[in-house]
């Protein structure tokens, strides 16, 4: 079966790409796979400094690097570093505004996907706000019809009813013709995620070192993580 590149993508700041990117790198190698992390927010790689550390707890299953994919150079040593690790699952992290860099080079990616034996999946991350379903529809307009993109609806911005709105709009249909799923991302306490970034944590990670009070928070939420990113990968698979 050929292996998957997941693009965590938003379009913009602040709607949660870093988090679901972290939680997909922990859950696939949790399952005994291969990772290849790729983080392309240079200014800010939190995933780059959330795994970095971690790669000797992973000895040749987990590989992190951040690269440049505003510029070809970057989706080059991508596609090399994707021949290279031909046995990792990659998850790449990208930056606010990664449309632009979509639009010019992923047709890069796209060429060489045959000869890597390798599929494209997108997890682009919602945040119930018009702007951001707008993004979401320009990137499946600029991205090829074949190409799967999952709706990930982050919690954070509110329950179901928050998200009413994209439910009704014409390009929630667009999502589940590419062979897409909508999947709701659960929010986590802000003071959780808080004492996580702080000491550069991974999930697991503070599931061990979290005092009773906060593990009890994150437990719960750690398994509804889980079963979202499996109905997300099922789907992909």
């Given at each position: 079966?050929?292996?998957?590149?997941?693009?965590?993508?938003?379009?913009?700041?602040?709607?949660?790409?870093?988090?679901?990117?972290?939680?997909?790198?922990?859950?696939?190698?949790?399952?005994?796979?291969?990772?290849?992390?790729?983080?392309?927010?240079?200014?800010?790689?939190?995933?780059?400094?959330?795994?970095?550390?971690?790669?000797?707890?992973?000895?040749?299953?987990?590989?992190?690097?951040?690269?440049?994919?505003?510029?070809?150079?970057?989706?080059?040593?991508?596609?090399?570093?994707?021949?290279?690790?031909?046995?990792?699952t990659v998850v790449i992290d990208t930056p606010a505004g990664s449309h632009e860099s979509i639009r010019q080079f992923a047709t890069i990616l796209q060429s060489c996907l045959g000869e890597l034996d390798?599929?494209?999946?997108?997890?682009?991350?919602?945040?119930?706000?018009?702007?951001?379903?707008?993004?979401?529809?320009?990137?499946?307009?600029?991205?090829?019809?074949?190409?799967?993109?999952?709706?990930?609806?982050?919690?954070?911005?509110?329950?179901?009813r928050s998200f009413e709105r994209f439910r009704r709009s014409n390009t929630y249909p667009k999502v589940l013709d590419r062979q897409g799923t909508i999947a709701s991302f659960p929010a986590l306490a802000?003071?959780?995620?808080?004492?996580?970034?702080?000491?550069?944590?991974?999930?697991?990670?503070?599931?061990?070192?979290?005092?009773?009070?906060?593990?009890?928070?994150?437990?719960?939420?750690?398994?509804?993580?889980?079963?979202?990113?499996?109905?997300?990968?099922?789907?992909?698979?």
């Amino acid at each position: 079966m050929a292996k998957k590149i997941f693009i965590v993508i938003g379009g913009k700041g602040g709607v949660g790409k870093t988090i679901v990117s972290k939680s997909l790198t922990e859950q696939l190698l949790e399952q005994g796979e291969n990772v290849l992390a790729v983080d392309a927010d240079c200014a800010n790689p939190g995933l780059h400094k959330t795994f970095e550390k971690r790669e000797s707890e992973y000895p040749a299953k987990l590989a992190v690097y951040t690269l440049n994919l505003a510029q070809v150079e970057g989706w080059s040593a991508l596609i090399t570093l994707g021949s290279k690790l031909y046995d990792h699952t990659v998850v790449i992290d990208t930056p606010a505004g990664s449309h632009e860099s979509i639009r010019q080079f992923a047709t890069i990616l796209q060429s060489c996907l045959g000869e890597l034996d390798r599929e494209w999946v997108s997890l682009f991350v919602v945040s119930g706000q018009r702007d951001s379903v707008e993004l979401l529809a320009e990137y499946l307009e600029i991205t090829p019809r074949t190409h799967v993109v999952h709706a990930i609806l982050n919690g954070f911005f509110g329950d179901a009813r928050s998200f009413e709105r994209f439910r009704r709009s014409n390009t929630y249909p667009k999502v589940l013709d590419r062979q897409g799923t909508i999947a709701s991302f659960p929010a986590l306490a802000a003071h959780i995620v808080n004492a996580i970034d702080w000491d550069r944590l991974s999930f697991s990670q503070a599931a061990r070192q979290f005092a009773i009070g906060h593990r009890a928070v994150l437990t719960p939420w750690l398994s509804e993580v889980r079963a979202t990113l499996q109905q997300v990968r099922s789907a992909a698979a």
